[in-house]
Every structure is written in C-alpha cells, then in structure tokens.
C-alpha cells in the first residue's frame, strides 16, 4: 500500500500526493494517523476529508492507505453503544483519552474480546445463501442476533459450524470453498444493503403520540420529515418517538447537535422502560452523537453510519426506528466540503447534489423481504433546522420532495406552548389512506371518520378565526361559536401533549380514539342543545366539558372517562 | 532560534501571504515583528510553498520585508490559578498594569470537544432571583442560554444583576465569573467593571477586553480564551463559572471579515457558511463533566440585527444553544423592567432543573399556565384593538387583563430585586388565582388543592417546598 505526502492543510481538507487509493477509501493523515476519507482526485493530487482536527497538521506529512473504503463494523455488541460519527465508541474514546475527545484514536466498534455465546441454526451439508442466517446470539435479554452470511459473499454449503463461545474474530463457520465466517462483518456504510424486496406501507408505526398516530401517521419502514425553527420541539419529538415507537430497535443520530441533549438522552434511556417489554430503552438502541462540535467530516458520515446500522438490524428481521437529529446539520456538512473543494454551488451555496444525497438517504428507508426470509423495516425520521424557520430553503424543500410525512412544527404554537407544536393545517401523511383498513380492522370502524370529523372541525375553526379577528366571536352564529369552542377542545385536550407528563407522553391507540370521541360526543349534545334554543354560554359551562380536558392525564383513564360521559348525559339533558 | 522570513508576498485585509521552506502546521502560531512590535497570527492555509496567515493585532504598518516566524506550536493560553481577578486584553495580555501571567498550565486555546459520554446531564437549579428566567425559563448548571437582545435595551443591567444574584439553592461552593467583552464601547465596559468592583465581584473574575477601537481580528481570539480559561478554572481547579460573553454580534461580524478576506463563498447574509460549526465550537463549551465538581455555564448576550430573531446571528445561535432569554423593545417602552418577553424565550434545560427536589412540585404546571394565558391574552389585546375590548366574551376579558397584571407584577421587577424561587412561583398563583378554577387546565386538581390561594389561604403551603 501507498504512502503519500501532505501537500496542503487547510480546515479539515488535505491536499496529498502519491497515493493510488480510490474515491471514499479510507487513509490516515499525518504523522498522528487521523481518519480521512478520499473525497476528490484531480490529476495526481488526492482530495481527503479528515475526520479529526487538523490543527498542528503539517505539509510533508505522510498518508497512509488503508485500501478499503469507510466500514461499520456488524456483529454482536452494538445495542446500548453510542458512538461517534464513524462508529467509534465514545465511552472507549474516554477511556483512551480522558473527557475531552483527542484525535489519531483507532478504536474498534464493537468489541473484539468479549465472548459470546453462538448457537447454530444451520448445519453441516446445508446451503447458505447470502444474508441467510447461520446462528443467532442472544445480544440483549429480548433481543436475538441473527448472524448472517454476509450479504456480499458468495454463501456456499457449509463444511464446518460449530456452536460455542466465541469472540466476533473467531471463526464459526467454513464453507466448502473454505470460506471462513465470523459473528463480524464489514459493510461500507455508503453502500445501501440489498433487501429481496420492498414492501407497501400497511402498518402503522404506533409512536403514542395523539397528533401523529391520528392524524398525521408514519407507516413501518415509512419517512417522515419533521421541520422547524430553533427551539420548536423537534429534538423532543424524535427522543420521544424513540421511546416509545412500536419498533424493535431504535437508532438515534445526533447530528451535529447538542452536547447536553445527548448526555440526556444517556441519562434517560437506562432508566425507562421499554412499554411493550418493560425493559430498559437502552436495550433496544444505538446511539450516534457526533455533536456540533465534533468534527464536521465526521458528522456528514454519521447519517450513513446509523443507516448501515439501521439496515443491519433489519435484516435482522426487525422493525428499525432510525431518527436523525438534525438533517440540515448534515447537509451543512456537505455545504462546508463543497466550498472547500471550490465546488460550483447550487442553491444557497449547497452542493448541486444535495437532492440527490438527501434521495438516497431516504430510499434506503422501506420495509422490505429481508435475504434472510423475514420481514423487517427502517423507517426514517429526519428533523430538518431551517433558516430563520423558513421552509422554502433547500434542504426542507429537498427532503419534501422525498418523504411521505411531513409535520409541519409552528414557532407560534411553541410561543403558547402548544406542543407538540405540529401545525394540523399544514401538516400530511401520503400513508393515511394505506392505513386506514389496519385501524378499522385493529383499532375502530369509526377511527377514520372520527378523525376526518375533527379534522374538518380544525378546519372550519380556522376559517371562522380570520371572521373573529374582524368581528369578534360574540357576532358569529351559535352554532359556529360552538364549532369555535370544540375545535379548542381538540386542540387543548386531545392535540396538546406534554412529553414531559409521566402518563400523557405516550398515549395507546384505544385512549386516543376513546378521547376524541368523547369530545365528538359532546359537539353532537352542543350542537342538538343549540337547535333547542339553548344559550351557547350554557352549553359551554357544563362542568362535564372541563373535566374531560384532564382525563388525558390518567393512566387508568375509563372508569374516569365512563364517569365524565356519563355525568355529560345527566348534564345535557338537564339544560332549558 | 526559529528561523525568519522576509517573503511576505501579498497583505491582503487581515491576511498576509509567506512563502517559507519549511513545513508550517495548519493553525500554528506566527509571530510577526514590525518595527519594535510583536504581533501575532495564525495560519489558515499551509502548502508546501506558501501559507495563509490572519494576524490578529491588524496588518497595519506590516509591509512585504517584515519578519515572519513560525513557532511550531498551536496558539496556547497561560493559566495559573493567579489569573483570578485579572484584566487581560481581548488577545490575553495584561491589560490592568499587573504582570504576565505565569503559566502552570498551556492549553490550546481551540479547545477539544467534550466527549459526550463523559458529559453529567445538568439539573442544578440555580436561581438568578428574576421571575421571568427562574419561573418560566428557569436556568441550570452547565446550560448555554443567550440574551437576544437590541440595541438601546438593558440587556447589560440584566447580565449583571444575574451576575450578582445567581446561586444555587443549597451550600456555598467555590466559583467564579468570566467577562469577555468583544467590540463593545468603552463606556459599556467601564459599567460592567465598575459593577463588578462595586460589589467585589472582581475578585472572583477574569475579564477579557476587547473593545470596540481593538482590533476586529482579535475578537476572535477572545471567547476561545475566556472559554479557555473557564475549562481551567471549572474542570482543573473545580469551581463553578459563570461566564458572559458580550457582544456575539461583533465576533460573528469580524468572522465574516475573515470569510471575505478569503473570498470564501458566503451563506446566508454574507456570513461564512462555517458559521454555525463555529459557533458552536464556542458555546457547546459550556457543561459538567462526570466526576469532577465543577461547571461552566453560559450567558452569552447579542444584539439582533433590526431587532430581527431571524437574522443569521441569532438564527444560528438559538440553534446551538440550551434556549434564549429576549428582550422586548415593547416591554422596554412601556417602562417595564427587566422587558422579558417570556413568549419567544425558553429553556431547554428547564425541566431537568424543576420540580420536587429541585424547586417544587407545582413549578411546571404554574409555569405552563402561565404562558398559556400570557400568550392568549397578547393574541387578544390585537383583537381588543380591533373589536373593542366591550365586544370580547367574559372569559376573554379575564384572559386580557391577565396578561396586563402578569407584566407588571411577575415580569416587572426592582433592578436589585432578588426574588426567591417561591416568591416567584407565589405571585404566579396571586395571578392565577384571579382566573375562574376551572380555567386552570394545564395544572393538576392535587396542585391547586395545595397551593392555590383560595385553598392554601396561608402562606405556609407556598413557601415550603415539599420534598
Ligand atoms: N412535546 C413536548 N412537550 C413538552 N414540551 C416540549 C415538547 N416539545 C418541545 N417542548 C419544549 O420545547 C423546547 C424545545 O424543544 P426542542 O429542543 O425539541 O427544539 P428543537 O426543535 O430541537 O430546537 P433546535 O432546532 O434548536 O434543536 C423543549 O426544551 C421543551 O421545553
Ligand atoms: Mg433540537
């Protein structure tokens, strides 16, 4: 392998020559050895992205081919990891260097000691196709590791397997043309990992959340934009989605963001509980933080490096949540190379093929027939941080043209702290009419009329605002100044959720509809009390209307809900 | 003897082009000797032949033979625990007549990220004495959290009366404050000095004084040693700093002189796309780190350009930093201090800091209540000016004036007014309790039964908090 030399140091571009590596390889720069990718080669010269710091870095100095391209590592032991951007683990990183990140570290990502124990599925004389499984490990206490033929080798009949402890180095297997497996394998992230194929978005993916899973709802293997400016709640909607999304696996990438947040999150996921399981979070995630500080080549890599690990999983034949925290830091990143390498800029100064990255990012997404026989998905859940919160920029105008949901977050409904501060008006979901047979059949008949009612109610409460603002609400029609009081109720009492609430940051699917029909209830008795003459002041002074607005707050909520309706009737009845 | 070069071949802006034979390191430090002055720079760009180096006391009088020598160092700041009560300039000289500092320690003043899996979650209550922030934006140990501010407010006398006020609830410890001023006037910085000297805060400061006849370049030295220094003091000699940091505007804006010198392509408004990475570089240096005592946090202040919150300065930095503090020029004109607009403000850290244990059990819900009806009631003072205040509904009434009494009593407050924590959450409830009970959605039947006025009568119930 080659050895070149540092023509030219600027930011955490290099400039090196005599080198024969080839576009994405890997490459150690400098005497210290940082990792770098080759992004750009231009007559005898090597264009290299380093993912550390560069300061001190000096022309002269040597790089170093390593002859592959950027690899996550896949085996046992990534559950309950956080790594960097290019998967090393950080608490490893701290082992190494102390609290504060230092560079030229090589740690691998997943451990190469630890022993686990293999069982084999398949025996001698079987034949192995690629992504088929041989074995499984138990990685966690409920989750099984399958450990597959690697999906780019050729599989073949197997001559040898033996079940055991083992290390992910250790060979487990060996093919008839003596191929040895291992529990490891090496995948280069940019690449997507093939699937047999992809499948249509039938299932919704159960987050909890009242606002998406009724009205604007993400399918499994589905992609979902959430965009917003500073401060408007995307960051806690992507951590509570991973908290309590119906998936198997979740992997978080903090992209670019914060320090603190991820110090949170590692602070929260060991201590909640998994609902469906009742184990701990942790169990279940992997978590990517490559904070704003961290170096910016590193962060472009993150998004991929959780994607190959998102895919992993699913050809596990499991349903994989990946967020990715946020989506515009990458783009960034992207930006920041491009004009470093004097690219012509397209928009904004982003690269001219920002849609193009951001489409194969997302197309990775899916759920899918897996090589191994099952069924498992990757749905995406990108934040996007535009500009000043305006949503005509290019990285949000991008990333639309490629999702199938987009919750639209409004800086004016966080300024009342409304949250979550998903706009009902601007928001979708292509995957709505894909859905609605699943919730007939699995929650309700009525799930998709009652929330087409009350999606309408929204509506014609915004229409009749603009008339408010003119006239005030005392010279609409009654029956429209009951409109106006039920849609507050939709708002306040079902929309509103705290994800700070022990009992209302996740809401099952039943309590969802059962609230909102009971608020429907009570717009038929309202608009039945007006046609009787009956005074829209009486109508919304009946106490059974506020006590609905805290049975959201319940864990054991219908004996309350039974109650509050039941002294609705009595209440309704009672008015002349 | 490092070797000198005479082959300065282009001065450009803050920039000098050398061309040299041996190998420089990107962002080394460069001195460069112009008559009997040392001045200082930083290399931007090394190739083999040429580098680019920014110099940081200006390129005035340099000229193409002047001395250029490379050190083969990044730059690093001296630190000793003597450095507490100092008056540095805004690129680290002494600048109150007192001596260098004598190093115990170099650190590089570029600073490596913290490794996140090191980082402590931050959840130590600390109570700045103003309702506005301690109530409703509460702030935290190791948070980042801005004053967005304009030009004309008094987002100076709030930074200082933070300053003297802020502590946490519970034993004393060791701490101390760091001020970096970058390009404010003279004036400016005379107020914050003889505010720290007034109540003897000096003697736990280091201030950093770049002003605004001080060269732009240097100003983008100052924060890294400010944040530098905070690292030292907060992570070596375990003490809690407060650091404020004023005017962020004017660091962004010699960034962009940099990014132009360069001819680099700009983002948005002229300002380097690189802008928000580093930015970020300053302000994610603020945090706890596990196993050690002590903490950095942040108050960085900037004035929005036109008072405009999307202008890229503040743009980028609320999406950095742990939520921001703004200053309203309308509460300002209507004579109310500090003029806290609570609605655009926030804090991120805020729910890890409150509640039972930290404050009290009711401070969430009293807090969210609290906006709500702020918030409508804002909305309704436009429709008011419209229909007239006769044409709203009763509920509606109650909203508006609501609104009014929450700013003058829980927004309005003395310039040396230390308000408790409970005090705060108190005149919350007296405003509250003005509202109709059924109209206290936001707040759990258990809270109101105890600390509702109507229920608590005696100001026992709200004073304590129940642990
Ligand atoms: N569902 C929610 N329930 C309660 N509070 C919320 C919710 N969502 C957001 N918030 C509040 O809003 C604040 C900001 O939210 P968050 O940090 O998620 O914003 P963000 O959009 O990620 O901002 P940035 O782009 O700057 O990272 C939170 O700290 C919290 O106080
Ligand atoms: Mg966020």
Request: hydrophobic share 40%; proline share 5%; aromatic share 8%.
């Given at each position: 392998m080659e050895?070149?030399?540092?023509?030219?140091?600027?930011?955490?571009?290099?400039?090196?020559?005599?080198?024969?590596a080839?576009?994405?390889d890997l490459?150690?720069?400098?005497?210290?050895?940082?990792?770098?990718?080759?992004?750009?080669?231009s007559?005898n010269?090597?264009?290299?992205q380093?993912y550390?710091?560069?300061?001190?870095?000096?022309?002269g100095?040597?790089?170093?081919?390593?002859?592959?391209?950027l690899?996550?590592?896949?085996?046992?032991g990534?559950?309950?990891q956080?790594?960097?951007?290019?998967?090393?683990?950080?608490?490893?990183?701290?082992?190494a260097s102390?609290d504060?990140?230092?560079r030229?570290?090589?740690?691998?990502?997943?451990?190469?000691k630890?022993k686990?124990?293999?069982?084999?599925?398949?025996k001698?004389?079987?034949?192995?196709?690629?992504?088929?499984s041989?074995?499984?490990?138990?990685?966690?206490?409920l989750?099984?590791?399958?450990?597959?033929?690697?999906?780019?080798?050729?599989?073949?009949?197997i001559?040898?397997?033996?079940s055991?402890n083992f290390?992910?180095?250790?060979?487990?297997?060996?093919?008839?043309?003596?191929?040895?497996?291992?529990?490891?394998h090496?995948?280069?992230?940019r690449?997507?990992?093939?699937?047999?194929k992809?499948?249509?978005?039938?299932?919704?993916?159960r987050?909890?959340?009242?606002?998406?899973?009724?009205?604007?709802s993400?399918?499994k293997?589905?992609?979902?934009?959430?965009?917003?400016?500073f401060?408007?709640?995307k960051?806690?909607?992507q951590?509570?989605?991973?908290k309590?999304?119906?998936?198997d696996i979740?992997?978080y990438?903090?992209?670019?963001?914060?320090?603190?947040?991820?110090?949170?999150?590692?602070?929260e996921?060991?201590?909640?509980?998994d609902?469906?399981t009742g184990?701990?979070?942790m169990?279940?995630?992997?978590?990517y933080?490559?904070?704003s500080?961290?170096?910016?080549a590193?962060?472009?890599?993150?998004?991929?490096?959780?994607?190959t690990?998102?895919e992993?999983y699913?050809?596990?034949?499991?349903?994989?949540l990946m967020?990715?925290d946020?989506?515009?830091?990458?783009?960034?990143?992207?930006?920041?190379?491009?004009?470093?390498?004097?690219?012509?800029p397209?928009?904004?100064?982003?690269?001219?093929?920002l849609?193009a990255?951001?489409?194969d990012?997302?197309?990775?997404?899916?759920r899918?027939?897996?090589?191994?026989?099952?069924?498992?998905?990757?749905?995406i859940v990108?934040?996007?941080s535009?500009?000043?919160?305006d949503?005509?920029?290019?990285?949000?105008?991008?990333?639309?043209?490629?999702?199938?949901?987009f919750?639209?977050?409004?800086s004016?409904?966080t300024?009342?702290?409304?949250?979550?501060?998903?706009?009902?008006?601007?928001?979708?979901s292509?995957?709505?009419l894909?859905?609605?047979?699943?919730f007939?059949?699995?929650v309700?008949?009525d799930?998709n009329?009652?929330?087409?009612?009350?999606?309408?109610?929204?509506?014609e409460?915004?229409?009749?605002e603009e008339?408010?603002?003119?006239?005030g609400?005392?010279?609409l029609?009654e029956?429209?100044?009951?409109?106006l009081?039920?849609?507050?109720?939709?708002?306040?009492?079902?929309?509103?959720?705290?994800?700070?609430?022990p009992?209302?940051?996740?809401?099952?699917y039943?309590?969802?509809?059962?609230?909102?029909?009971?608020?429907?209830?009570?717009?038929?008795?309202?608009?039945?009390?007006?046609?009787?003459?009956?005074?829209?002041?009486?109508i919304?002074?009946v106490?059974?209307?506020?006590a609905?607005a805290?049975?959201?707050?319940?864990?054991?909520?219908?004996?309350?809900?039974?109650?509050?309706?039941?002294?609705m009737?009595?209440e309704?009845?009672?008015l002349? | 003897m490092?070797?000198?070069?005479?082959t300065i071949?282009?001065?450009s802006?803050?920039?000098?082009?050398?061309e040299?034979?041996?190998?420089v390191?990107?962002?080394?430090?460069?001195?460069?000797?112009?008559?009997?002055?040392?001045?200082r720079?930083?290399v931007?760009?090394s190739?083999?032949?040429?580098?680019?180096?920014?110099?940081?006391e200006?390129?005035?009088?340099?000229?193409?033979?002047?001395?250029?020598?490379?050190?083969?160092?990044?730059?690093?700041m001296?630190l000793?625990?003597?450095?507490v009560?100092?008056?540095?300039?805004?690129?680290?000289?002494?600048?109150?007549?007192?001596?260098?500092?004598?190093?115990?320690?170099?650190?590089?003043?570029?600073?490596a990220?913290?490794?996140?899996?090191?980082?402590?979650?931050?959840?130590?209550?600390?109570?700045t004495?103003?309702?506005?922030?301690d109530?409703?934006?509460?702030l935290?140990?190791?948070q980042?959290l801005?004053i967005f501010s304009?030009?004309?407010?008094?987002?100076?006398?709030?930074?200082?009366?933070?300053a003297?006020?802020?502590k946490?609830?519970g034993?004393?410890?060791?701490f101390?404050?760091?001020f970096?001023?970058?390009?404010?006037?003279n004036?400016?910085a005379?107020?914050f000095l003889?505010?720290?000297?007034?109540?003897?805060?000096?003697?736990?400061?280091?201030?950093f004084?770049?002003?605004a006849?001080?060269?732009?370049?240097?100003?983008i030295?100052?924060p890294r040693?400010?944040?530098?220094?905070?690292e030292y003091l907060?992570f070596?000699?375990?003490?809690?700093?407060?650091i404020?940091?004023?005017?962020m505007?004017n660091?962004?804006?010699?960034?962009?002189?940099?990014?132009?010198?360069?001819?680099?392509v700009p983002?948005r408004?002229g300002y380097?796309?690189?802008?928000?990475?580093?930015l970020?570089c300053?302000y994610?240096?603020?945090?706890?780190?596990?196993?050690?005592?002590?903490?950095?946090?942040?108050?960085?202040?900037?004035?929005?350009?036109?008072d405009?919150?999307?202008?890229?300065i503040?743009?980028?930095?609320?999406?950095?930093?742990?939520?921001?503090?703004l200053?309203s020029?309308?509460?300002?004109r209507k004579?109310?201090?500090p003029?806290?607009?609570i609605?655009?403000?926030?804090?991120?850290?805020?729910?890890s800091?409150?509640?039972?244990?930290?404050?009290r059990?009711?401070h969430?819900?009293?807090?969210?209540q609290?906006?709500?009806?702020?918030?409508?009631?804002?909305?309704?003072?436009?429709?008011a000016?419209i229909v007239g205040?006769e044409?709203?509904s009763?509920?509606?009434?109650?909203?508006?004036?609501?609104?009014d009494?929450?700013?003058k009593?829980?927004v309005?407050?003395?310039?040396?007014?230390?308000r408790?924590?409970f005090?705060?959450l108190?005149?919350g409830?007296?405003?509250?309790?003005?509202?109709p009970?059924?109209?206290l959605?936001?707040?759990d039947?258990?809270?109101?039964?105890?600390?509702?006025p109507?229920?608590?009568?005696?100001?026992?119930?709200?004073?304590a908090?129940?642990?």
């Amino acid at each position: 392998m080659e050895v070149g030399k540092i023509k030219r140091v600027a930011g955490p571009l290099v400039q090196a020559t005599g080198l024969k590596a080839a576009m994405y390889d890997l490459v150690l720069v400098g005497e210290e050895g940082l990792m770098s990718e080759v992004i750009g080669i231009s007559g005898n010269k090597h264009i290299i992205q380093v993912y550390e710091d560069t300061g001190g870095v000096r022309p002269g100095e040597p790089v170093r081919e390593t002859g592959a391209p950027l690899v996550a590592q896949l085996g046992p032991g990534i559950l309950t990891q956080i790594y960097d951007g290019i998967q090393r683990p950080l608490p490893k990183l701290a082992e190494a260097s102390g609290d504060f990140i230092s560079r030229g570290l090589f740690v691998d990502g997943i451990d190469h000691k630890k022993k686990w124990e293999f069982k084999a599925v398949v025996k001698k004389g079987d034949v192995v196709k690629p992504g088929q499984s041989i074995g499984e490990v138990q990685e966690q206490l409920l989750i099984k590791h399958k450990i597959m033929v690697p999906p780019n080798q050729k599989g073949g009949t197997i001559k040898e397997i033996y079940s055991g402890n083992f290390t992910v180095e250790e060979t487990i297997a060996v093919l008839e043309d003596g191929t040895k497996l291992t529990m490891m394998h090496k995948w280069p992230v940019r690449r997507a990992r093939p699937v047999t194929k992809k499948l249509a978005p039938t299932i919704p993916l159960r987050t909890g959340q009242r606002v998406i899973d009724g009205f604007f709802s993400l399918a499994k293997g589905g992609t979902a934009a959430i965009p917003g400016g500073f401060g408007t709640g995307k960051t806690v909607m992507q951590q509570t989605l991973s908290k309590w999304a119906d998936v198997d696996i979740v992997v978080y990438v903090g992209c670019g963001e914060r320090g603190n947040e991820m110090a949170d999150l590692l602070h929260e996921f060991p201590e909640l509980q998994d609902p469906r399981t009742g184990r701990p979070l942790m169990e279940r995630s992997i978590v990517y933080a490559n904070t704003s500080n961290m170096p910016v080549a590193a962060r472009e890599a993150s998004v991929y490096t959780g994607m190959t690990t998102s895919e992993y999983y699913r050809d596990m034949g499991y349903d994989v949540l990946m967020t990715a925290d946020s989506t515009s830091r990458w783009a960034e990143a992207m930006r920041e190379m491009g004009s470093r390498l004097e690219e012509m800029p397209g928009e904004e100064g982003y690269p001219a093929y920002l849609g193009a990255r951001l489409a194969d990012f997302y197309e990775r997404a899916g759920r899918a027939e897996v090589l191994n026989g099952g069924q498992g998905s990757v749905s995406i859940v990108g934040a996007v941080s535009p500009p000043g919160g305006d949503f005509t920029e290019p990285v949000t105008q991008n990333t639309l043209r490629m999702v199938k949901v987009f919750w639209a977050l409004d800086s004016k409904l966080t300024q009342r702290r409304h949250f979550p501060s998903i706009n009902w008006l601007d928001s979708y979901s292509l995957y709505d009419l894909d859905l609605e047979a699943w919730f007939v059949e699995n929650v309700s008949p009525d799930w998709n009329k009652n929330k087409r009612r009350a999606m309408s109610i929204l509506q014609e409460n915004a229409e009749l605002e603009e008339i408010v603002m003119l006239v005030g609400s005392d010279a609409l029609p009654e029956d429209q100044q009951v409109t106006l009081e039920v849609a507050r109720m939709i708002i306040n009492f079902w929309l509103a959720q705290s994800a700070f609430h022990p009992v209302d940051t996740f809401s099952p699917y039943k309590k969802q509809f059962d609230l909102l029909a009971s608020i429907l209830k009570y717009r038929d008795y309202a608009f039945e009390a007006v046609q009787k003459g009956i005074s829209v002041a009486q109508i919304t002074s009946v106490p059974s209307k506020d006590a609905l607005a805290k049975v959201r707050l319940e864990a054991e909520y219908e004996p309350i809900l039974a109650k509050v309706l039941a002294q609705m009737d009595v209440e309704f009845k009672a008015l002349k | 003897m490092t070797k000198e070069y005479k082959t300065i071949t282009e001065i450009s802006g803050p920039l000098i082009f050398v061309e040299k034979t041996e190998p420089v390191g990107y962002m080394e430090l460069v001195e460069i000797r112009t008559g009997g002055e040392l001045k200082r720079g930083q290399v931007l760009d090394s190739s083999d032949e040429i580098v680019v180096i920014q110099v940081f006391e200006g390129t005035g009088g340099l000229s193409k033979d002047t001395a250029v020598s490379f050190t083969g160092d990044v730059i690093k700041m001296p630190l000793s625990p003597g450095i507490v009560g100092r008056v540095l300039s805004g690129s680290g000289k002494p600048r109150d007549g007192g001596p260098e500092i004598v190093p115990e320690v170099l650190r590089d003043i570029a600073g490596a990220a913290i490794n996140p899996a090191s980082r402590e979650k931050p959840r130590a209550f600390i109570q700045t004495g103003i309702s506005t922030i301690d109530g409703t934006n509460t702030l935290v140990r190791g948070q980042k959290l801005p004053i967005f501010s304009g030009a004309g407010l008094p987002h100076n006398d709030l930074a200082l009366q933070i300053a003297r006020q802020a502590k946490a609830l519970g034993e004393a410890e060791p701490f101390a404050v760091i001020f970096c001023a970058m390009g404010i006037t003279n004036e400016e910085a005379q107020h914050f000095l003889a505010d720290f000297e007034r109540t003897g805060a000096l003697e736990r400061a280091v201030v950093f004084l770049n002003l605004a006849d001080d060269p732009a370049v240097e100003r983008i030295l100052t924060p890294r040693l400010g944040l530098t220094t905070a690292e030292y003091l907060a992570f070596d000699l375990d003490m809690h700093v407060l650091i404020i940091y004023t005017d962020m505007t004017n660091y962004c804006e010699s960034l962009r002189q940099m990014g132009a010198a360069r001819e680099e392509v700009p983002g948005r408004r002229g300002y380097p796309g690189y802008m928000y990475t580093d930015l970020a570089c300053q302000y994610e240096r603020a945090g706890i780190i596990k196993g050690k005592k002590g903490s950095i946090t942040q108050f960085p202040i900037l004035t929005m350009p036109g008072d405009d919150i999307t202008h890229p300065i503040p743009d980028l930095s609320g999406y950095i930093t742990e939520g921001q503090i703004l200053i309203s020029r309308e509460l300002h004109r209507k004579g109310i201090y500090p003029p806290v607009d609570i609605r655009p403000s926030l804090s991120r850290l805020m729910n890890s800091g409150i509640g039972k244990g930290h404050t009290r059990e009711d401070h969430r819900a009293v807090s969210d209540q609290l906006y709500a009806y702020y918030a409508e009631g804002n909305d309704l003072r436009g429709l008011a000016a419209i229909v007239g205040k006769e044409a709203l509904s009763e509920r509606d009434k109650l909203v508006l004036e609501f609104a009014d009494k929450f700013e003058k009593r829980f927004v309005n407050q003395g310039r040396d007014e230390d308000r408790s924590i409970f005090d705060t959450l108190q005149i919350g409830w007296e405003l509250l309790a003005d509202l109709p009970e059924a109209m206290l959605t936001r707040i759990d039947d258990k809270y109101i039964k105890q600390y509702h006025p109507k229920y608590a009568g005696t100001a026992k119930a709200a004073q304590a908090p129940a642990k």
